[in-house]
Structures are given as structure tokens and as C-alpha cells.
């Protein structure tokens, strides 16, 4: 079983930066893709970004190319979420998930963390 514990989140106001942490734990993840998500109240639950776990590929939505980044650090078990320049559309929480294949789509992720909330403010 794959564990998955997100921190990091917080109040922040608009062009502030946050740095997400997913740590992962459990049964071996090597060759699992982790990806974050976000949900807004009222929204359904949106892709933000992706890594292989097993190499540095990386895909980044449209909404925050160029502002978030998406990294792993393979000996701390851990994936991370780099947020520069925030805006108040990012407000949200924010869900680390691990799945067997690299996909965009939240159903093809089964393992996910308990989310962590990001609010930014104008």
C-alpha cells in the first residue's frame, strides 16, 4: 500500500510562492508516476502536474506552465511543488497521487494524500 502525506500549504498573498511536499511511503514506488491535483470549492478536481518517478520526465497544465514546477528527490521519498508568482485562481486544495501510468486523469490515480490547502489572497 502506497501512503501518501502532503504539507506545505498555507495563506499567502497574490505573487507570493509556496513549496508543496508529497512524502511517499509503503510498498516500492519506483516505477510509479506521481502527480498533483487541485480542487476549488464547487469545481471538479483539476490536473496541475506530473513526474515519472523513475526518470525526470514532466508535464505541467497550461494554467500553470511557467509558475509551478514539479520535482522528485528520490532519496527522501518525496515529490514536491514549486508555486511562484501565485494567483488568486490557484486558491484550492492540493492532492499528491501516485498511479501506473502517465495520465492527466484524476481516475487513473489510485493512491492519493489527504490534500493540503492553498489560499491565496488578492
Known amino acids: 500500500q502506497v501512503q501518501l502525506v502532503e504539507s506545505g500549504g498555507g495563506l499567502v498573498q497574490a505573487g507570493d510562492s509556496l513549496r508543496l511536499s508529497c512524502s511517499v511511503s509503503g510498498r516500492s514506488f519506483s516505477t510509479y508516476t506521481m502527480a498533483w491535483f487541485r480542487q476549488a470549492p464547487g469545481k471538479e478536481r483539476e490536473f496541475v502536474a506530473l513526474i515519472y518517478w523513475g526518470g525526470t520526465n514532466t508535464l505541467h497544465a497550461d494554467s500553470v506552465k511557467g509558475r509551478f514546477t514539479i520535482s522528485s528527490d528520490n532519496a527522501k521519498n518525496t515529490v514536491y511543488l514549486q508555486m511562484n508568482s501565485l494567483k488568486p485562481e490557484d486558491t484550492a486544495v492540493y492532492y499528491c497521487?501516485?498511479?501506473?501510468?502517465?495520465?492527466?486523469?484524476?481516475?487513473?490515480?489510485?493512491?492519493w494524500g489527504q490534500g493540503t490547502q492553498v489560499t491565496v489572497s488578492s
Open positions: 497521487a501516485a498511479g501506473l501510468t502517465e495520465s492527466k486523469a484524476f481516475s487513473r490515480y489510485a493512491h
